[in-house]
């Protein structure tokens, strides 16, 4: 509990504060990808140009679909049900509430449009590994700096998240009579279990990566200190 709700205010206040969020060639992984023209220092930051007339944090574009991928991820929900709401408060332990409809009636009856938010949510781990191999490219040349690596774990963590998800499992695997019919989808199919059997660890470290990422950079564009790398 003390940790979702430490994250949902340090993300939310990344999210809306507009500023901070880049320091050449490190771009925050809440604004990526940032797609309004005058994000950074004269659009520097700019992944795509697509937006030229939103006056806000370019920031509140994007974050919609990784906070409804995480939102409604199974995971996530039994954490914050039980934290929370104490619905359950554990396993065979008395619900709170007197009435109980579960996910069967709005507004929890959204939570099942998950596997959409997944296929959403899907390239954001490649758009991440992209601005992360932008995170190499320094003003004075290529090199590799403390910001380059935690952008590349960033963007690794996330993926591995997204893949261990339950509807990825079912993308791969689902709809399938007999797996000697889809061998590749078979192979597939293990690999992605394997990781979804580490799904509540990888929710965990990937939720607290991208806060950290985001303050690394956010440190290193106040000035904070400067950050460590080398130009080949
Ligand atoms: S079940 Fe957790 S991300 Fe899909």
């Not at 490190?26 to 659009?43: A, E």
């Not at 679909?65 to 039980?82: E, I, M």
Request: proline residues 7%; positive net charge.
């Amino acid at each position: 509990m003390v940790a979702l709700t430490a994250f949902v205010a340090y993300s939310t206040w990344a999210t809306l504060v507009n500023r901070d969020y880049y320091a050449r060639p490190y771009l925050s992984p809440f604004y990526s990808p940032c797609i309004t023209s005058h994000c950074g220092v004269g659009g520097r930051a700019a992944t795509w140009h697509l937006v030229s007339w939103w006056p806000f944090s370019p920031a509140i574009l994007i974050v919609v679909f990784p906070l409804a991928f995480r939102l409604t991820c199974y995971y996530y929900r039994k954490a914050y049900y039980r934290s929370f709401w104490l619905s359950p408060p554990a396993c065979a332990v008395p619900d709170r509430h007197s009435t109980y409809t579960g996910e069967s009636r709005f507004p929890l009856i959204l939570q099942n449009a998950h596997r959409y938010f997944f296929y959403l949510a899907l390239p954001l781990p490649v758009i991440l590994a992209w601005e992360a191999v932008k995170a190499f490219h320094f003003p004075s040349g290529w090199g590799i700096g403390l910001g380059s690596a935690i952008l590349v774990v960033n963007a690794v963590l996330l993926g591995l998240y997204t893949a261990s998800c339950h509807s990825c499992r079912h993308l791969c695997g689902g709809n399938l009579r007999a797996f000697s019919k889809g061998p590749v989808r078979y192979w597939l199919w293990r690999r992605v279990t394997a990781l979804n059997l580490r799904h509540m660890q990888l929710a965990w470290v990937s939720l607290g990566f991208v806060a950290l990422a985001d303050l690394y950079v956010r440190l290193v564009a106040a000035g904070a200190f400067p950050d460590p790398h080398i130009v080949f």
